[in-house]
């Protein structure tokens, strides 16, 4: 490769203490050399700031991957369509980085820093613009969906189902970056809930967070027959074909989309397939969606599904203990594959623990957490578990 990881590393590991700093900067440098640029992003950019630290990162743990970190590469050029992202965009937005860090690592910015990253980002900018190239001329930057229907399904939540204007790709699993006309140039990513439609239908679980800017406006004023805006596909957390592993898939409140789409595929791919569903929520009002999972239950004989009831007592740990002791109740997952999806700190402590119980990392699937910088402190397992503690499993057979 034609930069050092090392050098990189030992410089990312400076600057992300000063990770706010570095992000301002880095706009603020963006848009003074190039005002042109100002309109192709958000009014409001803390949030945009934290994806961009989110793919700095990501770029950096997968150095030592070329494999990866092409892959993920090519997929972050793509996507960048959606932005009206351009060629001669790019060499702009690599002097802005190359200012930022330089402006974040004081005295331990050296001549062999700056060569390692003007030599990495090279490499990033010419993978993405490729990728962006070798796509054929009629693919789109972005998909037009109409709103066919909405539907309550919790206090602060809706199940859209949108009706693309031309067929949408995808596979079960996967998420989309959506955008609203009501909001423009704001993109957020959401599970698909479904396993692909004959009609071509989507299916999206939308949860209303506190202070967010696009997901107020999905849950409480967008309506049917309103035009939205999907990127392309993206994420990898989908079943592997043709494997006849035990499946264990854990979702946790909205995760449950996620999760929904792969019990699908899997009811109409590999119905012989044995699966486990641990399906958890912080409230009553959260476990949503339960007659679905009765459906998805009657047509797949081999599936089992343990859900949380909080009108029952649990003890006093709650239902993160109980997730923690099914798991170590069943004591082996060697050779299972398994799928996580839901708040990102319960993905990290249970992927933990099951690693632990014999799960080959290789197998162990879920979506990219995102990455913060302690602007607010984001909600931890214990805070969404824990706000309610009465939550015992019940099995199939109560579901039924």
Request: proline content about 9%; glycine content about 6%; hydrophobic content about 40%.
């Amino acid at each position: 490769m034609p930069y050092d990881p090392a050098v990189i590393r030992a410089s990312f590991a400076v600057v992300e203490r000063r990770a706010d700093h570095l992000t301002t900067f880095f706009y603020t440098h963006l848009f003074s050399h190039n005002p042109g640029l100002r309109p192709l992003f958000p009014a409001r950019l803390h949030e945009q700031r934290d994806r961009l630290f989110a793919a700095l990162t990501r770029i950096v743990l997968r150095l030592d991957e070329p494999g990866r970190l092409t892959e993920y590469l090519r997929a972050l050029g793509r996507d960048h369509r959606k932005f009206q992202a351009a060629p001669e965009h790019y060499p702009a937005v690599g002097a802005s980085l190359i200012a930022a860090l330089r402006q974040c690592s004081g005295h331990s910015w050296t001549p062999e820093t700056e060569k390692a990253w003007t030599e990495a980002y090279t490499v990033i900018a010419q993978v993405m613009t490729e990728a962006a190239a070798d796509l054929p001329e009629h693919h789109p930057a972005w998909w037009e969906a109409e709103v066919a229907s909405r539907r309550r399904a919790a206090a602060d939540l809706v199940v859209l189902t949108l009706a693309p204007m031309r067929p949408y790709p995808f596979t079960a699993g996967q998420y989309v970056t959506l955008s609203s006309p009501r909001m423009p140039r704001v993109w957020r990513p959401y599970s698909l809930a479904n396993a692909p439609r004959p009609d071509g239908s989507l299916e999206l679980h939308v949860r209303r967070v506190p202070d967010g800017q696009l997901s107020p406006v999905l849950v409480e004023d967008v309506m049917p027959g309103e035009l939205l805006r999907l990127g392309p596909p993206l994420g990898d957390a989908v079943l592997a074909p043709a494997s006849d592993r035990p499946l264990l898939l854990v979702a946790g409140g909205s995760g449950w989309g996620q999760t929904k789409a792969l019990v699908e595929q899997l009811a109409a791919e590999q119905p012989e397939r044995t699966a486990t569903v641990l399906l958890a929520a912080r409230s009553a009002a959260g476990q949503y969606d339960l007659d679905t999972v009765r459906r998805l239950l009657a047509r797949n004989p081999r599936l089992q599904v343990l859900t949380a009831a909080p009108d029952h007592c649990a003890g006093p740990e709650g239902a993160t203990a109980l997730l923690r002791e099914t798991l170590l109740g069943h004591g082996d997952f060697t050779d299972w594959e398994v799928h996580l999806s839901g708040p990102p700190e319960l993905v990290a402590e249970l992927t933990d623990l099951l690693l632990a119980l014999g799960a080959d990392p290789g197998l162990v699937q879920h979506d990219p957490a995102p990455v913060t910088f302690n602007r607010n402190r984001p909600l931890t397992s214990s805070d969404w578990f824990l706000e309610h503690r009465d939550v015992p499993w019940i099995n199939r057979t109560e579901l039924e």
